[in-house]
């Protein structure tokens, strides 16, 4: 049973950065696909990024693509959503997710990760 630990969610004005971070316990954390999602109240999570756990293949939001990064450093067990040039609309509470994945890949869908953080804050706001 892995555990998911996220950190770095806050207030931050239009065109500002903020880096995410999600450490992971529990279980080996070489072995989970990651990946991010965000949720605003009233409406369903929403996928932001995802990244395979060894060959680095990553996929991206159309949404975010070309503001975020995500990236993971197994060695420490963390997983890292780096995002640029945000916006009013990036507000959201943010979810670091991983799932046990044996095959390189990357999820989009929600229903396919197993372990969820409690989720860190992120607003947009001037």
């Known amino acids: 049973q892995a555990r998911l630990v996220e950190s770095g969610g806050g207030l931050v004005q239009p065109g500002g950065s903020l880096r995410l971070s999600c450490v992971v316990s529990?279980?080996?954390?070489?072995?989970?696909?990651t990946g991010w999602f965000r949720q605003v109240p009233g409406q369903s999570r929403e996928f932001v990024a995802a990244i395979s756990r060894f060959n680095g293949r990553t996929d991206y939001a159309d949404s975010v693509k070309g503001r975020v990064t995500i990236s993971r450093d197994n060695a420490k067990n963390t997983v890292n959503l780096q995002m640029n040039s945000l916006k009013p609309e990036d507000t959201a509470v943010y979810y670091c997710?991983?799932?046990?994945?044996?095959?390189?890949?990357?999820?989009?869908?929600?229903?396919?990760?197993?372990?969820w953080g409690q989720g860190t804050q992120v607003t947009v706001s001037s």
């Open positions: 997710a991983a799932r046990p994945d044996y095959g390189g890949g990357v999820y989009r869908a929600s229903a396919d990760y197993n372990y």
């Open positions: 529990g279980g080996t954390f070489s072995t989970y696909a």
